[in-house]
């Protein structure tokens, strides 16, 4: 069994930052990538962030200059820094990773998400 815990979310005025981290435990052989994904209301899910477990990043364009992503490999945690949030930032944030339980295989787990909203 694998558990991703999320924490960090809340609320923020506009200009405002916080930071969210998701750790896996359980079962865990190995992690590759990690990220952090978000779904506003009536909208579908998009990708915010991705690290490797080489710490190559990409970001959606939306959040680029303002989201960093970082994970510690020690502690099996990703991170996900955001500075100057926005309204339109507002969503539930979601962390997933790919791991594996042993052997070649990987697979996809999902944290419970974390509300984020950005209000004055």
């Known amino acids: 069994q694998v558990q991703l815990v999320e924490s960090g979310g809340g609320l923020v005025q506009p200009g405002g930052s916080l930071r969210l981290s998701c750790a896996a435990s359980g079962s865990i052989f190995k992690i590759a990538s990690m990220a952090w994904y978000r779904q506003a209301p009536g909208k579908q899910r998009e990708l915010v962030a991705v690290i490797t477990s080489f710490g190559s990043t990409n970001y959606a364009d939306s959040v680029k200059g303002r989201f960093t992503i970082s994970r510690d490999n020690a502690k099996n945690t990703v991170y996900l820094q955001m500075n100057s949030l926005k309204p339109e930032d507002t969503a539930v944030y979601y962390c997933?990773?790919?791991?594996?339980?042993?052997?070649?295989?990987?697979?996809?787990?999902w944290g419970q998400g974390t509300q984020v909203t950005v209000s004055s």
């Open positions: 997933n990773a790919v791991i594996s339980t042993g052997g070649p295989s990987y697979s996809p787990y």
